[in-house]
Every structure is written in C-alpha cells, then in structure tokens.
C-alpha cells in the first residue's frame, strides 16, 4: 500500500486533502480503517465526504478581521502583537475514528 505505512496522514489544507484521497482510494486503502486522516480547514466538501474528514475548524472571520487590523497597525506604524490566537476547535469525523472491533 504505503512503504512507510502510517497510521495518520494530517493534511495542510482540504484541497490537498481532497486530492490525497484520491490517490488513497486508487490504491484500495481504506479511511480510516487502514489509515487515519485529518484536515486543517473543515470544509463542506470534506465534511460531506465519505467518510467524513476531521478538520481543524478555525473561525476565518475573525481570523481575517485580525489579519486586516494588524496590517493596518503595522502601515500606520503602530505596535502589534506578536502572537495571535484565534478560537478554533478540532471537529472528529469518521476518517479519524477507530474502526468497530469485530465480535470475539
């Protein structure tokens, strides 16, 4: 399947993420049966995948505001935070669930 065979791939973006399962699917792997996959982005068409991919959920409207003030206060000369937090919350779908144990 995979020569290094991971437990998880973590994926920068959706677009990528939608991309590597293609090629995952192509070759017979199974998610998240063989192996796990999350997302930093939670879009819909990942949310409504089959499975659904777990993704990073950050709040991008408040993440835009802070990156628009920021820049504003750095062309107006003003001091800014080097550090900024955004709320954001980590969504579990099935791509990264432990599959169901089958009966002993």
Avoid: Q, Y
């Avoid at 997302?39 to 950050?58: G, I, K, R, Y």
């Amino acid at each position: 399947i995979m020569a290094a065979n991971p437990r998880c791939l973590v994926c920068m973006d959706d677009v990528i993420a939608g991309h590597a399962l293609a090629w995952i699917f192509r070759r017979g792997v199974s998610i998240p049966r063989d192996l796990a996959m999350v997302s930093f982005h939670d879009s819909a068409a990942l949310a409504s995948h089959n499975p659904p991919v777990s993704a990073l959920h950050v709040h991008v409207t408040e993440l835009a505001s802070l990156a628009g003030n920021t820049l504003i206060d750095m062309i107006e000369g003003k001091a800014v935070r080097r550090v900024n937090v955004v709320p954001s919350e980590f969504v579990i779908r099935d791509s990264s669930r432990a599959p169901p144990r089958a009966e002993e």
